[in-house]
């Protein structure tokens, strides 16, 4: 049988794997690819595990009685499915206008999906109703790249360049438990003398490898940074060269961080004033120095804030745009950073443009041959799309591709309520997930050893997903089913993945996130093409920022910024503050993983950790169940005893229904970005049959 190389389902790091199709079932193995360099971590190891589960969906399921979804589902033709979706599309947009039709997409999608599904609501459906689960992800990050550096490439450098930095400082980020294959490079710089510096309220594995660990209170990341910029502006550390001729607006930054005295910063954060100065002396005096970000600073209601803090510290350090150094946001999805690029968000169209850009729309438009003044206008984000669901002016009819938010959205007890006021709802996925259950029309779509395509990974690097088998024989690609849906609609759409590639392509040329350069066999022949890439003999772009910033005037943005509260913060009725995030052996909503019998061996179900002096004070034991409260929900979880959280804090995964309960969607006014990260919560010890 022939070997095919290609790349994990999970998340951004990509890493290459060869498939070989052997009677009963596929062969995985590592492969040496830049990335990973032969490593895999449990779930890239036991991925092909889900290609021929028995809970796979194998055709199309409908309600038994139409319109009425406590009816139970059965399995129908794709004709039967495509005629009911087409029905409820076109008797929606006819009673309740163009925009009562939505989709919500996901950043595991390809980018040729990621493309289709933009084109097909903005040409075949013409609404403006879309938004996906990357705006619950890195786009605050996103928002503060775009402002301070003009362009969002998560990290602006390989990954390999982290092994060469002496210092990093790394900000609510756990590789150990997102992406053990990169702790590699990590490992490898300490090996020759690197300090790594973490910040996180929990001492994960990542945090207890390091040099130094700072702990703060959820939600102060910001405060941090600023006082860490203070620092270094009181001992001389600036670059003052840099600052003068590479950036602007320096000075508002200089005046805003002056009340950050390390005194106040302690008392905000938590963390000694000892460890800041540390820090500082660490970033500039043992280059060259790094400050990588992740979902702990960014998915606040000050998230964007939050990274535009770390820019500012970057960029006043003189780290960003040379050899080891910088600023980079870990990108978490495998498709996080194409599936931003190409236009399943609201207000985006490919190659990075923006949906209000009049030179944008006439460029995209001229591509996909309709009027730009046809195209819609930028629409909501993903929380706002969803708190309206089933509203008067809200999306009546959604289709939800790669994304199981019933469980990963946060307040899910509303948006579940939301989600089943809709009139109509499709979702297309692999497994009956938890918001699949709650579907009109649930579509079986073919799994990523069963298809072609391109992923971006977190470097900014587009890589070729490839078939190494045909999918069961009802199961469709997505470009597949938009196609089919598309054809109904009236417009004649491709489903072949180069095709749909190679219009991409085009549709990027000029913008941002240029893909013009890039081929099919390029990507095969040079192990990944870094964008911008904007012709066939252009080489890539591995690293971004040598000669200046792709802005107005070359130059990267400082912007003032100040510490706000969390959204919520504790109370007497509800004291502790809730943080969420991941488990090594689980991925996102749990849908895949759940369903891996080695994982669920390894981690059964989700642990609450809460420190020994907090469980104490209310008679818990380790083991026992335990019942979080906050202001929307609760949730009962087993407790698991650490002391290595702060004892205000307590910690759950979000791999299962239940922590996103809890937490609250207060956004981040820029980014739209949810509080996944604080909310205030009581905790009771559970008494079994009391609830
Ligand atoms: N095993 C596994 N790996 C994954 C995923 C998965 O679901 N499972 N998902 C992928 C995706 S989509 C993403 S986005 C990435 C996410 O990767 P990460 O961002 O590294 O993961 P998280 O666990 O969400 O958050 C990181 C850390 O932030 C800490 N934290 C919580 N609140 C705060 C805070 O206020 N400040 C600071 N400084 N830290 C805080 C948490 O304790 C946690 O250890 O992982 C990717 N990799
Ligand atoms: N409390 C809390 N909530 C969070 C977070 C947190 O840290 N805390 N993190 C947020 C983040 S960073 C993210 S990225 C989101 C992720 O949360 P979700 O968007 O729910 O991500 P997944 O669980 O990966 O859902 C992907 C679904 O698509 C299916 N699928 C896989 N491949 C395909 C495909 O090619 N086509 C189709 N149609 N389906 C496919 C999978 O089976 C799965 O059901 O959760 C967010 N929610
Ligand atoms: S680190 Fe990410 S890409 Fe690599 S094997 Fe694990 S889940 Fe897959
Ligand atoms: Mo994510």
């Known amino acids: 049988m022939t070997a095919t190389d290609t790349h994990c389902p999970y998340c951004a790091l990509q890493c290459g794997m060869t498939l070989t199709p052997e009677i009963p079932r596929v062969k995985l193995e590592p492969r040496d690819f830049p990335v990973n360099k032969g490593g895999l971590c449990a779930k890239g190891f036991t991925a092909a595990d889900l290609l021929d589960h028995r809970d796979r969906l194998l055709s199309p399921l409908v309600r038994k009685e139409p319109g009425n979804r406590l009816s139970p589902l059965r399995e129908a033709t794709w004709d039967e499915a495509l005629t009911l979706i087409t029905e409820a599309i076109t008797t929606s947009q006819r009673e309740h206008g163009r925009d009562s039709v939505g989709a919500f997409g996901g950043g595991g999608l390809t980018n040729e999906k990621a493309y289709a599904l933009g084109k097909f609501v903005r040409v075949a459906l013409k609404s403006a109703s879309i938004d996906y689960n990357g705006r619950f992800c890195m786009s605050s990050a996103a928002t503060a790249a775009n402002r301070a550096l003009g362009i969002d490439r998560g990290l602006p450098f390989p990954l390999e360049d982290v092994a060469g930095a002496r210092t990093v400082l790394l900000v609510g980020a756990n590789p150990a438990d997102a992406m053990p294959p990169s702790m590699q490079y990590l490992d490898a710089g300490r090996e020759v003398g690197a300090r790594h510096i973490v910040v996180d309220p929990r001492r994960t594995t990542t945090a207890a490898g390091a040099h130094l660990h700072l702990q703060p209170l959820p939600g102060t990341d910001l405060a941090l940074a600023n006082g860490l910029l203070h620092i270094a502006i009181r001992e001389g550390h600036l670059d003052e060269d840099y600052i003068r001729t590479r950036t602007t607006g320096f000075d508002a930054v200089r005046a805003a961080t002056n009340s950050y005295w390390p005194e106040r910063v302690e008392r905000l954060t938590g963390v000694p004033e000892t460890r800041l100065r540390e820090t500082v002396r660490l970033l500039a005096t043992h280059g060259p120095a790094m400050i990588l970000t992740a979902r702990g600073a960014e998915q606040h209601s000050n998230g964007t804030d939050t990274a535009q803090a770390y820019l500012n510290l970057a960029l006043a350090l003189g780290l960003v745009g040379k050899p080891f150094s910088g600023y980079g946001t870990i990108t978490g999805q495998g498709n996080g950073q194409g599936g931003r690029e190409h236009g399943q968000k609201a207000d985006q169209l490919p190659g990075y443009r923006k949906l209000d850009d009049p030179a944008a729309r006439a460029h995209v438009a001229a591509v996909w041959g309709v009027d ?320």
Not at 375 to 385: D, F, H, Q, V
Not at 417 to 443: H, K, P, W
Not at 638 to 667: C, E, K, Q, Y
Not at 676 to 691: L, N, P, S, V
Request: net charge negative; with cysteine; hydrophobic share 40%.
């Open 372 to 691: 730009q003044d046809e195209l819609p206008r930028p629409g909501l984000s993903a929380y706002e799309m969803l708190d309206r669901l089933g509203t008067d002016g809200g999306v009546r009819v959604l289709m939800v591709l790669a994304s199981n938010i019933a469980v990963s959205a946060p307040h899910s007890n509303h948006i579940r309520g939301r989600l089943e006021a809709l009139d109509f709802l499709v979702v297309s996925d692999i497994f009956r997930s938890e918001t699949a259950e709650l579907a009109d029309v649930v579509l079986p779509t073919a799994q990523w050893a069963e298809e072609e395509g391109t992923m971006t990974n977190l470097e900014g690097r587009v890589l070729r997903r490839k078939r190494a088998l045909a999918p069961p024989p009802d199961v469709r690609t997505d470009l597949e089913m938009l196609a089919a849906l598309a054809g109904r609609l009236g417009r004649f759409e491709s489903s072949d993945p180069r095709t749909v590639f190679d219009e991409l392509r085009r549709a990027s040329a000029g913008g941002i996130a240029d893909y013009q350069g890039i081929t099919y066999e390029r990507i095969e022949r040079e192990d990944g093409v870094f964008w911008p890439c904007p012709a066939e003999d252009h080489p890539g772009t591995p690293r971004l920022f040598a000669d200046g910033f792709p802005t107005a005037d070359g130059r990267a943005r400082f912007f003032a910024v100040h510490h706000r509260d969390p959204a919520e913060m504790p109370d007497r009725q509800y004291p502790y503050v809730l943080t969420t995030g991941r488990n090594m052996q689980h991925y996102q909503s749990g849908n895949q993983t759940r369903r891996v019998k080695a994982l669920t061996v390894a981690l059964p179900e989700p642990r609450a950790e809460i420190h020994p002096d907090l469980a104490r004070r209310h008679g818990i034991a380790d083991g026992d169940l335990v019942e979080l409260r906050s202001r929307r929900g609760a949730a009962v979880l087993r407790a698991r005893l650490s002391d290595g959280i702060r004892p205000d804090t307590v910690f759950a995964p979000f791999h299962w229904p239940g922590a996103n309960a809890l937490t609250n969607p207060a956004l981040d006014p820029h980014s739209r970005m949810p509080a996944f990260k604080a909310c205030a919560i009581a905790i009771h010890r559970h008494e079994r049959g009391t609830d």
